[in-house]
């Protein structure tokens, strides 16, 4: 609550032209915003280049925000049409990559998880989820973000996030028993 209050006062503060706050700003949310776009990508550098874009993009509009406390959602939902605006224009390029890092198990700061085997599998389970599903799970386990935040980022109902965190709990539930089955 505290870093929701924290980051309205620094909206607000770029809205009258506080340049210091804006670094502040981008300080705060960067790593988020570029892991978001990671998501999307499996790109590393592509996901930087979105979240630079995206800050560009962000700048540009922020007087606009009439509620600064939405401003995470209103930034990851720039960053998602960024996003899926990539993906759009570079299709075949992101299924072939895709493919490599499910082989590979890479993670967003590029090296291999070499820890429990049960993270991992759950992690290969994770990644064979569609990627609505799988978005939709790291957007609220991992970033911890609202229903209605989810919703805002990837401009979709409340009711479809919540419809799509269920399936992808059932879902994510069979691929685990399908993978201890075989084992």
């Not at 609550?1 to 300080?27: A, I, P, R, Y």
């Not at 592509?46 to 401003?71: E, G, M």
């Amino acid at each position: 609550m505290t870093k929701k209050v924290f980051d309205s006062l620094l909206v607000l503060q770029c809205q009258s032209g506080n340049k210091k706050s804006m670094t502040l700003l981008v300080k705060r949310w960067h790593i988020k915003l570029c892991k978001h776009a990671y998501r999307y990508t499996k790109d590393l550098e592509v996901s930087k280049d979105i979240t630079q874009d995206s800050w560009y993009t962000i700048f540009k509009k922020i007087r606009s925000i009439k509620n600064p406390d939405s401003f995470g959602s209103w930034a990851m939902m720039i960053v998602t049409r960024k996003s899926l605006d990539w993906l759009k224009k570079y299709k075949k390029e992101h299924d072939f990559l895709d493919d490599y890092l499910i082989t590979r198990q890479l993670d967003l700061d590029g090296t291999q998880h070499n820890s429990d085997p049960i993270i991992n599998q759950l992690r290969m389970a994770i990644h064979k989820l569609p990627k609505n599903h799988e978005i939709v799970l790291n957007l609220f386990y991992l970033d911890d973000f609202t229903i209605q935040e989810i919703g805002e980022i990837l401009d979709i109902s409340t009711g479809t996030v919540k419809s799509r965190l269920f399936n992808a709990r059932e879902k994510l539930k069979e691929i685990l028993k399908q993978t201890n089955y075989e084992k």
